[in-house]
């Protein structure tokens, strides 16, 4: 499929100026970047709402195919090794990448205004002992920061389906950091509400008082967690750049800033699928010294919208500080991130939960154990602000917890985690190899409540997984009364052994199938059926690279029934047995999605999610 009008291929969008993070104090600086002219103007505020998200094509997907070039942003640096410095420049860009049909790359750079195409192939991957590294006889560089070229996920904590961040060296003298994938078509581009976006941000830091740039022990690097909230309506979007940590030149180590330390974003302006804004180090301690703070920097960052309904975001940035003769700094990083919540400000008191207990956690002989109605979600609703208030049931009693914007990125940049004392808990949108839930009424998450020994062991002694969907439902009086619909999409679903071993215990060792939703609705009948085909399996849940076929392998969905809003079914396939339990979401049944939970012949227990839109 070639999506040439798509993907805008155009020359490399402005880099706004510079950010605001690396170790050392006050002081402004300058930034350039290369464009290709200005942004057209964004959908204001009264203008009618967008079409039904069109399908979006992911980047897996569609990078194989060398006919196929993506538009590319980018910002970069020129480095002096003479001077050992390090600069804001405009000289250099990326163009465009494209697929070469063969496991390389063509990747187009600018330079001084003229194009130049370098072949990245495949021979070169795994340069310089990383699985993401390409190199060429001529010293040309390229580096994945989100787990691998192509579209399937490695490494990253969230997989990004519609784009990728690159780094690059060019060896006239440049260091370049560039996003590509599929953008959101100017169409499905939100007119109205707010999302909020939370992922990661990395960047490399240059001091300019050293003797060296040239080695990754001569240069700092930067890691943050990035919360973003965009204003469609207004076509504004702010945030904030936080729990930052930094590895000092010459250490290889990373150390946590002081939680005084933040980055402002702020001015963010969003216009026909991208967006510009303004960075600001930020340190509420005064008196810190500079090399412990982000004080002072200055910055813009230029941005690009991914996916269907501006699901993902992707973003270049870079930065500059000089406060005195030992202090000049010079910062290129990379902001990405996707939505946390589809339901902006949704409450819903009847989530469907479904999952699985852990067991004596941390012996040599846990135990898992198919959830039941003592222990599940019954609530989730907005804490008003980018948070949520869920209410569990835990062993059948009932306990209401916040999980503010605060709780953002503890373990990954889109999970909300909190531990209090012995009690543990934690949210997120799921990494799903089947596929991100797409729905624009509905939303899945994975949860978690756990149990600690004590207030100090880090060690958990028991804990409850699961899988939740939750949003917007039909009104009863919506439903249609007569006809039927066809929905299609994704769904994917954990298995657990009941007896997995010392140590195996946790999400990373279950298994996984994932497969293609269909499913059939006969309102007059009040009747679903359907199922789950071109199903994979993975002996781990995460490792999405690992999915084969399986053989015939198909799950069925039969014996449902349409109760108002709500749906019920009978799971069974691939050796399993067991139930699914879901809704109609949106106005007038325009999506439908819901869990599963089944249990295998040999003991086995499968718990998941599944959603498609209205055909």
């Not at 230029?302 to 700094?329: H, I, K, L, M, N």
């Not at 990954?412 to 990494?431: M, Q, V």
């Not at 799971?571 to 819901?594: I, K, N, Q």
């Amino acid at each position: 499929m070639n999506i040439a009008t798509i993907l805008k291929a155009s020359t490399a969008l402005p880099l706004v100026a510079l950010l605001a993070l690396a170790g050392c104090g006050g002081g402004g600086g300058s930034t350039s970047m290369n464009t290709g002219g200005p942004m057209p103007p964004s959908t204001g505020p009264g203008q009618p709402p967008p079409p039904a998200s069109q399908p979006v094509p992911t980047l897996a997907e569609l990078i194989p195919d060398p006919a196929n070039t993506f538009a590319a942003l980018s910002g970069s640096i020129s480095q002096d090794f003479d001077s050992a410095t390090a600069a804001v420049t405009d000289r250099f860009s990326i163009k465009s990448v494209a697929s070469d049909g063969a496991g390389g790359y063509h990747v187009t750079y600018v330079l001084d205004g003229r194009d130049e195409t370098v072949h990245f192939e495949s021979r070169h991957l795994g340069a310089g002992g990383s699985d993401t590294a390409y190199t060429t006889e001529e010293g040309h560089w390229l580096w994945s920061y989100t787990g691998s070229f192509h579209g399937v996920h490695y490494a990253e904590a969230w997989e990004s389906s519609y784009f990728r961040a690159l780094g690059s060296y060019h060896p006239e003298g440049a260091r370049i950091f560039s996003t590509y994938g599929t953008p959101t078509p100017s169409a499905d581009m939100p007119a109205t509400g707010t999302a909020t976006y939370a992922g990661r941000m990395t960047a490399d830091a240059y001091d300019n008082t050293l003797d060296s740039i040239s080695t990754r022990a001569a240069r700092s690097q930067f890691q943050g967690s990035v919360v973003l909230t965009a204003d469609f309506a207004d076509a504004t979007m702010e945030g904030r750049i936080y729990r930052l940590r930094v590895r000092p030149p010459g250490e290889t180590a990373y150390n946590n800033l002081a939680s005084t330390n933040r980055v402002e974003i702020t001015e963010g302006a969003i216009a026909d699928g991208q967006f510009t804004a303004a960075l600001t180090g930020v340190d509420d301690n005064a008196n810190a010294p500079l090399a412990e703070s982000v004080r002072g920097f200055r910055g813009d960052v230029s941005g690009q919208f991914y996916g269907p309904a501006a699901e993902e975001f992707g973003a270049v940035f870079t930065a500059t500080r000089s406060a005195a003769d030992d202090d000049d700094w010079t910062v290129l990083g990379n902001l990405r991130a996707a939505r946390a919540d589809l339901i902006d400000g949704q409450a819903d008191s009847e989530p469907f939960s479904a999952g699985v207990n852990r067991l004596d956690y941390s012996s040599a002989s846990p135990r898992i154990v198919a959830q039941g109605s003592d222990n599940r979600v019954t609530a989730v609703a907005s804490d008003g602000a980018e948070g949520y208030r869920i209410s569990y049931l835990v062993e059948g009693t009932l306990q209401t917890v916040t999980l503010s914007a605060h709780d953002i990125g503890n373990l990954r940049p889109e999970a909300y985690s909190r531990r209090d004392g012995t009690r543990g808990w934690y949210l997120r949108r799921p990494n799903s190899p089947g596929g991100r839930p797409l729905g624009r009424h509905y939303s899945v998450k994975d949860w978690a409540a756990t149990t600690y020994p004590d207030g100090a062991s880090p060690s958990i002694a028991s804990g409850i997984w699961g899988t939740i969907v939750h949003g917007r439902r039909t009104a009863p009086a919506s439903m249609p009364g007569t006809g039927s619909a066809t929905y299609a999409g994704n769904a994917a679903a954990y298995v657990f052994d009941p007896a997995p071993g010392e140590g195996r215990a946790g999400s990373t060792w279950s298994e996984g199938y994932r497969g293609r939703l269909s499913l059939s609705a006969d309102f007059a009948a009040g009747s679903i059926s359907g199922g789950i085909s071109e199903v994979e399996h993975s002996s781990r849940f995460f490792e999405t690279a690992s999915y084969r076929a399986v053989a015939g392998g198909a799950f069925t969905i039969a014996n449902g029934s349409i109760q108002g809003n709500a749906l019920s079914a009978d799971l069974s396939g691939l050796g399993y047995s067991g139930t699914v339990a879901g809704a109609f979401y949106g106005p007038v049944a325009d999506e439908t999605a819901g869990v599963m939970q089944a249990t295998g012949a040999d003991g086995k227990i499968l718990h998941g999610w599944f959603g498609g839109a209205r055909q």
